[in-house]
């Protein structure tokens, strides 16, 4: 079966750090490949995302950066972190075959916060 | 442009009642439509999702959803609701090209002894 992993679960880092959360699938391959953002209370906003390795739309300008060195790995980056970069990060994928008809399957998230 | 509404932010139910959980769309062609549920600091779980045929859905975990194109709506049921079944409701569209799929702002339940 499929399954997908998130690390780590939880960050604390201060204003101006760098920033890396890594999510990895198994079970799948060519997976579609998703990172999103949740403020508290507030719904998902997607960031980015990626259909094959080397492949990455971004959803939202900001100083956040994706990338994908191998098929079933999704790196989240930042150089410098700003306090508004706190939240919920959330890593999902679905399969290649089918574009957004497929339902998404999420990670456990990594809750980030700012200082 | 499309779209998802879940009109209600919150609602709380008592344990045992029925639930209703409305969603709106709006998309031009026939969408593929999901439920999610997310518990506190984790990630979203696919409750259940209809591409075509029958109009209402079962899911997991004792949910079903019901799509009325002429209203565009996909609405989550339960029968009865157990205390764990508080949590956040997403109601999503996808199918509409591409890879991104569009999520409500989520509805949290919570349900009261």
């Known amino acids: 079966s499929q399954t997908i992993h998130q690390w780590p679960a939880t960050l604390v880092q201060p204003v101006g750090s760098p920033l890396s959360l890594e999510c990895t699938v198994e079970?799948?391959?060519?997976?579609?490949l998703y990172w999103y953002r949740q403020a508290a209370g507030r719904g998902l906003q997607l960031l980015f995302y990626s259909v094959g390795i080397g492949q990455i739309s971004s959803e939202v300008p900001q100083n956040l950066s994706a990338s994908r060195p191998q098929d079933r790995q999704f790196i989240l980056s930042s150089k410098k972190l700003l306090l508004s970069d706190s939240g919920f990060y959330l890593c999902?994928?679905?399969?290649?075959?089918?574009?957004?008809?497929?339902?998404?399957?999420f990670g456990d998230g990594t809750r980030l916060s700012i200082l | 442009a499309q779209s998802v509404t879940q009109p209600d932010i919150h609602i709380t139910v008592s344990e045992g009642a029925s639930l209703e959980l409305r969603c709106n769309y709006s998309?031009?062609?026939?969408?593929?439509l999901f439920w999610y549920v997310q518990s506190p600091g984790q990630g979203l779980q696919l409750l259940l999702k209809y591409f075509s045929g029958d109009t209402l859905v079962q899911g997991i975990k004792g949910f079903e959803a019901e799509f009325k194109r002429s209203q565009s709506s996909f609405n989550l049921r339960k029968p009865s609701v157990h205390w764990s079944d508080a949590a956040e409701y997403f109601c999503?569209?996808?199918?509409?090209?591409?890879?991104?799929?569009?999520f409500g702002a989520g509805t949290r339940l919570f349900v009261k002894a």
């Open positions: 999503a569209v996808g199918g509409i090209g591409g890879f991104k799929t569009i």
């Open positions: 998309y031009g062609a026939t969408p593929y």
């Open positions: 079970g799948t391959s060519n997976p579609n």
């Open positions: 999902a994928w679905s399969p290649l075959q089918g574009g957004s008809n497929q339902p998404q399957h």
